[in-house]
């Protein structure tokens, strides 16, 4: 260590100052900038984050020639944990958020190519620094839920927020060339997931955060992203977001609600149709659902929303089309951990990604309907309708195993007892996205009413 140059930790740090050590780790870490200067040789800067205790963390901007800040950029990476010497301390500044995270220090560190010294710390106490990398930088309970972000639909769009989520899916790394500059720009879409029914698309444009998405697992990788940007993506039709210059993820972080987060994304189920048949298992009481709508004006919601938020509805409308006496089957075995179809033949899930599969739980499933109806009333259709099987079952008065010893004619006669009589079907409704061109609505419950009734409660439009 230089003369004069003594070890001091970041709480400890005073305007000005610059014969100091900081041992710290890499926390996040942005794409070098380059920026035009009056003189001849282009400047380039660097920004990072260091971290050296669970409430003290600070960021760096380190400036220098566009050859040399590149290099060192490449050299260090987030979990890197670094010796930074001659920086110099000031109070940073508030006009500066946009390129760089919010952070606990007063100060800001500067480092120059000519003066300043980086390198991996050396000593034998990086293990205590390696803890910090799973301690969010926010408050434990301070985000907001995915069902929170598409409920307000494009009023959050620019808006920086924080989220708690599991990784559902990693998307392959593709490249980018931008229309102005011509740069090549790599790009990873990572569709992410929390205990609400809905998912939601994240953007990695930084070439770092792009290359540790490899190492994120489904389904078992649980992240704190602070201060990622939302966005309303018109092909989708849903909100995404986007990792920016002031995002921190704090993978796998040490808190409660991760580890509860994670047990549920180890078990929930990810294809949109077993989402809603999950959600209908576990909504509270259908008879809750009071709020009448036509089927047109559930049709134009569902197809047309700027949310990719479930909804519920009560209609009044009539049963026009139901096969039960056809040839198609009407009853499946579905496994109970993810709602997905069981092969009848070996009794094992079809679901490759289904925990039964790889063994951490016993194969278990149940014979359940797999009735599709055609709901109508004088403002149109609703085609498709899923039919929930204890709806189906209290609609019937049968069982589905006790439907399948049924004869033909016994089913003929269970179909004319409700086709094209009035009812009052209760709904809840996934919209149509840019990946799911058709709205997913499934009956929680229906049962047949009189006619003063059905007059006074359908609505006009």
């Known amino acids: 260590m230089s003369a004069g140059i003594r070890r001091t930790p970041i709480s400890a740090l005073s305007h000005g100052s610059s014969d100091f050590l900081i041992v710290a780790v890499i926390i996040a870490k942005q794409t070098p900038r380059t920026i035009k200067s009056k003189s001849v040789d282009m400047r380039s800067v660097w920004n990072f984050t260091l971290r050296d205790a669970p409430a003290d963390y600070i960021n760096v901007s380190f400036w220098g020639s566009s050859i040399f800040i590149d290099n060192i950029a490449q050299n260090f990476h987030i979990g890197d944990v670094v010796d930074i010497i001659k920086a110099k301390a000031t109070f940073r500044k508030n006009d500066n958020t946009s390129f760089v995270p919010d952070v606990t220090s007063p100060f800001m560190l500067t480092m120059n190519e000519n003066f300043s010294e980086m390198c991996l710390h050396s000593e034998d106490d990086c293990a205590e620094f390696h803890h910090l990398l799973r301690l969010p930088t926010r408050p434990p309970g ?81 992240l704190f992203i602070a201060d990622v940007r939302l966005n309303w993506n018109n092909f989708k039709k849903c909100m995404t977001a986007t990792v920016t210059a002031r995002t921190i993820i704090t993978e796998n972080p040490d808190m409660a609600d991760a580890d509860d987060l994670r047990e549920h994304a180890r078990n929930a189920p990810i294809v949109p149709s077993a989402i809603l048949d999950q959600f209908a298992i576990s909504f509270p009481e259908p008879s809750t659902i009071n709020n009448v709508m036509s089927c047109q004006t559930v049709w134009n919601r569902a197809t047309n929303a700027e949310s990719a938020e479930s909804f519920t509805a009560l209609v009044y409308a009539a049963i026009i089309e139901m096969d039960l006496d056809g040839l198609l089957t009407l009853t499946v075995s579905k496994c109970q951990h993810c709602q997905q179809s069981v092969d009848e033949a070996i009794g094992l899930c079809m679901n490759s990604d289904c925990l039964v599969n790889s063994g951490a739980e016993r194969p278990l499933s149940q014979r359940v309907y797999d009735l599709r109806v055609t709901l109508a009333d004088h403002t149109g259709s609703l085609p498709g309708c899923r039919l929930t099987s204890p709806a189906a079952s209290q609609a019937l008065n049968c069982s589905p195993d006790e439907f399948d010893c049924l004869s033909l004619d016994a089913k003929t006669m269970l179909k004319w007892q409700l086709l094209l009589r009035r009812c009052a079907a209760r709904l809840i409704v996934l919209p149509a ?29």
């Open 142 to 222: 301070d985000y907001i839920t995915l069902s929170d972000v598409h409920a307000n639909g494009q009023a959050l769009k620019g808006k920086h927020v924080n989220l708690l989520v599991a990784v559902r899916s990693v998307g392959a790394l593709r490249q980018v060339t931008t229309k102005q500059e011509g740069k090549v720009l790599e790009c990873r879409e990572v569709e992410m997931m929390d205990q609400s029914p809905t998912c939601l698309y994240i953007q990695l444009w930084d070439a770092e955060m792009a290359f540790r998405a490899d190492n994120w697992k489904p389904r078992e990788t649980v």
């Open 433 to 461: 996205t840019g990946d799911q061109i058709t709205p997913l609505i499934s009956v929680l419950a229906i049962e047949k009413v009189s006619l003063p009734e059905y007059a006074s409660r359908t609505p006009m439009f």
